[in-house]
């Protein structure tokens, strides 16, 4: 599984490249899927919410697993919140996703 560190705020001034770069990763990788490293997010607003669920259907086009990894408790509220926390798969750390796939 590919892995791409997210970190600061994921927000509307930046969150239509960190998407264009999650999809260029799901297209062009040859892994089965891609881990997205939340560990240094600060915050998250709707445009940035908006651009991984958005990643997160393009991988599920390409028949990809798409997972969130080590999303802090501040972060992790927002997916609660939406109930986009039952839509996601959402691990622990990277040794979750490598074993999942093995």
Do not use: W, Y
């Amino acid at each position: 599984m590919a892995v791409v560190q997210a970190h600061g705020s994921l927000n509307a001034a930046n969150a239509q490249d960190f998407h264009l770069s999650l999809v260029e990763r799901i297209q062009c990788d040859k892994s089965a899927g891609l881990v997205v490293d939340m560990s240094r997010v600060e915050s998250l607003d709707s445009a940035g919410l908006i651009s991984l669920v958005s990643a997160l259907k393009q991988a599920r086009q390409s028949s990809k697993r798409f997972c969130l990894c080590a999303v802090p408790p501040t972060i992790r509220i927002i997916f609660e919140l939406t109930q986009l926390d039952r839509v996601f798969e959402m691990i622990e750390d990277i040794s979750h996703a490598t074993l999942a796939t093995a």
